[in-house]
């Protein structure tokens, strides 16, 4: 079982940042985990991918945050965060983090963006 939780959410306008971070422990170490987001958009829509980050050091983003977002981690601290600069009122969504390695994976409960314009 991988415990998982996400902060760092909030109110921003247009054009601002924000730095999200999501903590993880589970039964093997933090550095084993591939750690990825994800963001729920209003009404429904699926749940997709924004970025993530291996325990090899290999780094993925969706195309529509590839400049803006910057995911990194500290596995000293178990953690990993998620730099979001030139927010636009199209990210809004409720972001998720993500821990997975092999068949043992966990969500977190989510953390709410919202960005006005």
């Known amino acids: 079982q991988v415990h998982v939780a996400e902060s760092g959410g909030g109110l921003v306008q247009s054009g601002g940042s924000l730095r999200l971070s999501c903590t993880a422990s589970?039964?093997?170490?933090?550095?084993?985990?591939?750690m990825g987001w994800y963001r729920q958009a209003p009404r429904g829509n699926e749940r997709e991918f924004v970025a993530?980050?291996?325990?090899?050091?290999?780094?993925a983003y969706a195309d529509s945050v590839k400049g803006r977002f910057t995911i990194s981690r500290d596995n000293a601290k178990n953690t990993v965060y998620l730099q979001m600069n030139n927010l636009k009122p199209e990210d809004t969504a409720v972001y998720y983090c993500?821990?997975?390695?092999?068949?043992?994976?966990?969500w977190g409960r989510g953390t709410q963006v919202t960005v006005s314009s």
């Open positions: 993500n821990a997975e390695h092999y068949t043992s994976t966990g």
């Open positions: 589970g039964t093997v170490g933090f550095s084993m985990y591939t």
């Open positions: 993530a980050s291996d325990g090899g050091g290999h780094i």
